[in-house]
């Protein structure tokens, strides 16, 4: 201790370099060190949302859940395979091995998504989810009627498409502009509208 006491005092301007450069140090890794409340310790996972319309959770589960499920479980590196199945939505989250890449483990899901395509009921298309983690849903909403107005006054039918289509048109293109790195905004109920064409071709004749 003596010693250093003494090289100190004798180096008085070194120290002061020492300190100087441990202080920068310290405050670049304060600056730039992540700071979360709740720290991420989400696994590697794939997740797939097939919806599924009008079918009630019963029949979701037993024609595109189940055969979903089944098909993700023999995948190599699987850990474990979890579903949801609600009204007009069925998800399948399937969890990898910690280290497994993530690119390499939504390729293999993709390769058995299209042979479980086969098996579920036509018209149904499960989609991968963009890549994010257990903390990456930070808002979960709903659009209503408010109590009183001519909306709020219609058949339900009715008042549900309207809210669906305000959904679908208005309220997620205006999130996707207004708000920076959103992966993927989900939409569960209403009904979605649906525009047909009536128009026939016509026969022209030309006369000399």
Known sequence: ???LLDW???NRLTVLLLFTLGSAIGLYAVANTPVDAVPDITP???MINTKTGALDPEQIEKTVTFPIETDMSGIAHVKDVRS???YGLSQVLVVFEDGTDIYWARQQVGERLQGAK????AGLSPQLAPISTG?????????VAKPGTPLAAKPKAERLLYLRTIQDFVVV???RRSIKN???IDTTGGYKRKFTSSCTPRSWRSSA
């Not at 903390?135 to 659009?143: A, D, H, K, P, Q």
């Open 1 to 3: 201790m003596t010693r």
């Open 8 to 10: 100190t005092f004798k």
């Open 44 to 46: 590697v996972q794939v």
């Open 84 to 86: 949801l199945s609600k």
């Open 118 to 121: 086969g098996e579920i009921p």
């Open 135 to 143: 903390l990456g849903e930070v808002v979960m909403y709903s659009v």
């Open 173 to 175: 293109p205006y999130l």
């Open 182 to 184: 959103v992966a993927e």
